[in-house]
């Protein structure tokens, strides 16, 4: 049988998702935002795509090229839309631009008046106060808000899973000892461990990750551990004991399953919080890198620039927007799985 | 008094009280959109108590609660039909007249006790609840008549135990107290789904005298669902009898019984777990089990010390033979159950069990080994439960189910183990080609054909049978015992066969075991036991079994 075959359940499941149509277009709306935000390199970028010249071939997204490669004066990086640069190219050849041209640290020099300025044909959304294009920084925010949530969804999700599994399937003193650990554990206050470390050490995309992992994984802990607790006693699970199948096999073929609708039902939600929290810690300051495309230091900037409305106005909606979509799909995925519904 | 009027005659003599006509009921949403219950008529009289009989699945249920309209009405669709009850069309009177019929004129008991009281109140209050809804009283005007109620059920002690929760009282009391809460205000029928169901034998003969003594005090009829035939046989005037959503046989209970029409009320009625096994021949020892105990510790106090045990079994031994069935007799919290799982190690135990392998002289002492010295002879002793939903991963397929512990043991090759799991499923009677479906697709006989094969597939010398029957309907208990015997004589299997149903217990039993409070009270050959059973317990147990009203 192949991987992809769906057992009678999931097919359920699946249907049930598709008949919810909120949370599936949402899905779909989704998705598609997301795929475009992947390719963010492709649609704002302060390089063209693609430069012919002089019959040859050049790319400057993946490539830097000198000046002196297009007959400039001076051995540095080509400034594309240095109107000097642009025309010696567009003599010999052409360049295809991306539909922004502006990355997410761009600063466009060419502001009619004084930054932040208001949306414009350049700038479609208008600037912020450093003159750096809004749409083009919503673009790259979003990818990284996504990506953060992602990955601290995935790895809170492994570290909380095989924790609960393994105080739920053992009990005794293992889950005693566990329940303690974890207690003490989730009353260390997270925001004030990362106030220090970031006064320690910059910190990155990865060492943020990290720290919200360490004090983030146990939101799962909780209902795996119920769930392994409650269906360690199951007839097919002692009548696989008594087979003789091992106590891996039996977590991850029996409980793993089991737990797995409670488990999937959370995961859209901590997706919701990953976002929210890096958005948070952006705002105040302790997130990302300053100069970093994120959607809190926007909001940031935004409520510092109430007199130029369109950056507080446009986060706003991405991030609601964002939020919305991804708890309308969580809901969905809820229903869909609410085992009180599979018989 | 059993009515022998004619249908006619009693057309014209007797109004009915209850009167259902035409009835079809349909649930939404269901794939196959077949309606449960199709064109049902039937009336009740008077005083009299009328059976309804049927397997799971027949829609007895689905028609009793309907006559007080308590399927959830986004879920249920009444097709068509009228039910008549004194002078009103139940299925179209509104909700606020339809409240005061409900535990007014007509009273209603469930199947699980436990779960139909609420358990966050005291008696007292569930009790005086219905009587203000219905008559307006108070709590204090209520309390002599609750009290009078809890004596008339027999509940020990009535006045002191009105602030007693529902967990605070037995199964058999609380199943008293919903009796009374039904019959509270004097109904004039009372609907009965299944109440002796979930109820020990003893507990059940005496509810159902109790019922017997307060539906002639109070002259009411009873509509009483059941599948268990020796009920209806002591209890009903008459009986009808449904099968898919159909009323295919009614008639007064001892012409139905004496003479049925259709072949199905037959085949229920034949459905006679059948002779006792044909004895063995040389007794060759397989397990000898010397004082096992399974205690489990109860901790209390703020240091969590073990204060004292729950001794689940209790000093027991017995011993078993290479082609022998040992039964094991008990009421629920007997320690049977336990005692298997601790044959099995499931549970941690003390004492000796020695189980002997055919062609080794020496015994294995189970509880001195470790898991990984275990785990070679957990091949040669499998499990089969009582739930057949429950015993199946409903995320696996059939061939994945059976083929699962063979995989922890051979290393076979696809073709083969799919070899290996066919021959499986065509001794257990299954079809091979239904192997890549999934559990939910099949029966509650099938399902436990499924589970036998994934036992039988090891090629065991010891099942444990706990209560393999309990959860199926009479005919395939029978199939199933029937399998179960064949399987006992083609591969000289030993069983120890748990149940708390004597007359399955004896058809499939050499020898006899009774357990109570975890010890065994009795234990000898089947036909001692059954026939002069010696111990006082012994012989209430059988009796229960047995005896008429």
């Known amino acids: 049988m192949s991987l992809i075959t769906l057992s009678p359940i999931n097919c359920e499941r699946w249907q049930r998702f598709k008949n919810n149509r909120r949370g599936y277009y949402s899905l779909w709306i989704f998705l598609i935002l997301f795929g475009l935000s992947l390719l963010a390199e492709l649609i704002a970028n302060n390089v063209p795509l693609v430069i012919q010249h002089e019959g040859e071939w050049y790319f400057p997204i993946v490539k830097e090229y000198s000046e002196l490669d297009f007959g400039g004066d001076f051995d540095v990086v080509a400034d594309y839309r240095d109107e000097y640069i642009a025309d010696l190219i567009n003599a010999e050849g052409w360049m295809l631009w991306p539909p922004i041209r502006f990355d997410y640290r761009a600063i466009n020099y060419n502001l009619p008046g004084p930054a932040p300025s208001p949306p414009s044909v350049e700038n479609w959304l208008g600037t912020d106060d450093l003159g750096r294009d809004i749409l083009a920084r919503l673009i790259y925010g979003f990818r990284i808000s996504v990506m953060f949530g992602l990955f601290l969804t995935l790895a809170t999700s492994v570290v909380g899973i095989a924790v609960g599994a393994i105080q739920g399937f053992y009990g005794g003193k293992v889950d005693l000892i566990g329940q303690r650990f974890l207690e003490v554990w989730s009353s260390v206050p997270t925001l004030f461990v990362l106030i220090i470390i970031a006064s320690m050490v910059p910190p990155s995309f990865w060492i943020l990750l990290g720290i919200l992992l360490i004090f983030g994984w146990m939101a799962l802990v909780g209902v795996v551990r119920a769930e392994f607790l409650r269906a360690r006693n199951f007839e097919y699970v002692l009548a696989a004991r008594s087979m003789g199948v091992s106590n891996k096999a039996i977590m991850w073929r029996h409980l793993l399953p089991n737990a797995m609708v409670a488990t999937l039902t959370f995961i859209p939600f901590l997706l919701v919080g990953g976002v929210t929290s890096l958005t948070a810690l952006d705002f105040l300051g302790f997130g990302l890198p300053p100069g970093s495309a994120s959607l809190g230091e926007m909001v940031s900037q935004g409520k510092n620039n109430l007199h130029a409305p369109w950056i507080g106005l446009s986060v706003f909606v991405v991030l609601s927007l964002l939020l919305t979509l991804l708890v309308f799909v969580g809901e969905a995925v809820r229903d869909a799985v609410d085992p009180n519904r599979t018989r | ?549």
Request: neutral net charge; contains cysteine; charged residues 20%.
């Open chain 2, 1 to 549: 008094m059993p009515l022998t009027l004619t249908a006619p005659a009693r057309a014209i003599m007797i109004q009915p009280l209850l009167s259902i006509v035409n009835l079809t009921l349909a649930f939404r949403g269901a794939a196959d959109a077949e309606p449960a219950v199709r064109d049902v008529s039937f009336d009740v009289l008077p005083g009299e108590v009328l059976a309804l009989v049927g397997e799971s699945g027949s829609g007895k249920s689905i028609t009793a609660q309907s006559i007080l309209r308590l399927l959830n009405p986004s879920a249920a669709r009444y097709d068509s039909g009228q039910i008549h009850f004194s002078g009103q069309d139940l299925l179209r009177t509104d909700e606020r007249q339809l409240n005061r019929i409900r535990g007014g004129s007509i009273g209603m008991i469930f199947q699980e006790p436990m779960t139909s009281l609420n358990p966050l109140q005291s008696i007292e209050k569930q009790l005086s609840e219905s009587l203000y809804l219905h008559k307006g009283l108070s709590r204090a005007t209520a309390r002599p008549l609750v009290i009078e109620w809890l004596q008339r059920v027999e509940i020990r002690d009535a006045a002191q135990r009105l602030k007693a929760l529902p967990h605070e009282l037995s199964g058999g009391e609380r199943q008293r107290v919903m009796i009374a809460m039904a019959l509270i205000n004097e109904p004039d029928l009372l609907i009965a789904d299944e109440p002796t169901t979930a109820l020990d034998v003893t507990v059940q003969a005496q509810i159902l005298r109790l019922l017997k003594r307060l539906q002639g005090e109070l002259g009411m009829s009873v509509l009483f669902i059941t599948h268990d035939l020796g009920i209806v046989r002591k209890l009903a005037d008459r009986v009808m009898v449904m099968r898919q959503g159909e009323i295919i046989e009614q008639g007064v209970t001892a012409e139905v019984f004496d003479h049925p029409k259709t072949d199905y009320t037959r085949e229920l009625l034949a459905a006679d777990p059948g002779a006792p096994p044909a004895p063995i021949k040389q007794i060759k020892p397989l397990l000898q089990v010397a004082n096992l105990r399974t205690w489990f510790a109860v901790n209390t106090g703020f240091l969590k010390r073990v204060k004292h045990y729950v001794k689940a079994v209790d000093d027991i031994s017995f011993s078993l033979a290479e082609g022998e069935t040992l039964g094991i007799v008990g009421e629920s919290g007997s320690g049977k159950t336990t005692l298997g799982r601790s044959v099995l190690q499931l549970i941690k135990c003390e004492g000796d069990v020695n189980f002997t392998l055919a062609g080794e002289q020496a015994p294995h002492n189970l509880l001195q080994l470790n898991a990984k010295q275990m785990k070679p002879l957990r091949r040669h002793i499998q499990i089969i439960f009582q739930d057949p939903f429950a015993s199946l991963s409903p995320r696996m397929s059939v061939v994945q189910i059976i083929a699962e512990g063979l995989k922890v043991y051979e290393r076979l090759s696809n073709a083969e183990l799919e070899a290996r799991v066919i021959d499986a499923m065509q001794q257990v009677q299954l079809d091979p080609e239904l192997r890549h479906r999934y559990p939910n697709e099949f029966s509650g006989g099938q399902r436990q054909r499924i589970a036998i094969a994934r036992a039988l597939i090891l090629k065991p010398r010891l099942l444990v049978l706990d209560e393999p029957t309990s959860a199926l309907d009479r005919s395939v208990q029978k199939d199933i015992i029937d399998l179960l015997q064949r399987l006992q004589r083609e591969h000289g299997l030993s069983y120890l066969f748990i149940s708390h149903d004597l007359s399955v217990v004896r058809s499939m039993s050499h020898r006899i075991m009774i357990m109570k409070d975890g010890k065994v009270v009795e234990q000898g050959a089947a036909d001692a036991i059954f026939n002069q059973p010696q111990h006082p317990y012994s012989k209430a147990l059988l009796a229960a079994a047995s005896a008429p009203l």
